[in-house]
């Protein structure tokens, strides 16, 4: 909570002092299962083809959306030795995201609306097709109140977005899953072209051989569409 606190109000200050901050870290919790063998990446460049499921083909909206999706998973992939090619494909990757707008932990629970869950509280934000959801995990981080504000007037609602990213890669001669690997984040930021492509890169940290259990994996997002870099 203490740590939570701390990092709202750097970022307060930032915005108030000196602007927009030039980068920002992207902190995801993650998850993988791995049945891939530890010299699958020295195998590069392994080839691969995107799965679509029926509802992310299911009209130029949805095919929209998982185009963009596919376009924020593609640098992640990348930098695994992954390259896609369609017509010699070993493996599919299915791709998928959720991002909702929720109640912010720094709401006042008698002011906006009270506290609620992931998942529960959307806003019309974007849903691509073909996420399952976690199960078990939980929000992360803790709630906090506000006072009453100046003059007894209610605070500004404060903006927060849950988003959870996943891919799963099958290999195309047995049709059975060698790799699934989640990442689950939240915070104030509402640049999904920056923090969905940050989010895959955690989800594919270690590959092909991930750490066992949940992990935090953060990292560093450049402001203005820079590329996003390792920040531990």
Do not use: K
């Amino acid at each position: 909570m203490a740590q939570r606190v701390s990092t709202v109000l750097v970022l307060a200050c930032t915005l108030a002092l000196g602007g927009c901050a030039t980068r920002w870290v992207v902190d995801s919790q993650v998850r993988s299962f791995s049945e891939l063998p530890a010299d699958a990446a020295t195998q590069a460049p392994v080839p691969y083809r995107f799965e679509r499921l029926p509802l992310q083909q299911q009209g130029p909206e949805a095919a929209r959306q998982t185009d963009a999706l596919e376009a924020f998973a593609m640098p992640a992939l990348d930098a695994t030795g992954l390259r896609r090619d369609d017509a010699a494909a070993r493996y599919s990757v299915q791709i998928g995201a959720r991002v909702t707008r929720v109640i912010s932990p720094w709401d006042d629970p008698w002011l906006n609306g009270g506290w609620g869950g992931w998942g529960g509280f959307g806003y019309g934000r974007p849903y691509y097709g073909g996420y399952g959801g976690y199960g078990g995990w939980g929000r992360r981080g803790g709630f906090g109140a506000w006072g009453g504000g100046f003059g007894g007037f209610p605070p500004m609602a404060n903006p927060w977005y849950a988003r959870e990213v996943s891919v799963v890669m099958r290999d195309l001669g047995t049709q059975r899953v060698v790799y699934e690997t989640h990442a689950r984040n939240d915070g104030p930021y509402s640049g999904d072209a920056a923090v969905l492509p940050a989010m895959f890169q955690a989800a594919l940290r270690g590959f092909p051989t991930p750490p066992q259990g949940v992990r935090r994996v953060d990292v560093e997002v450049q402001r203005a569409g820079a590329s996003a870099s390792a920040a531990r």
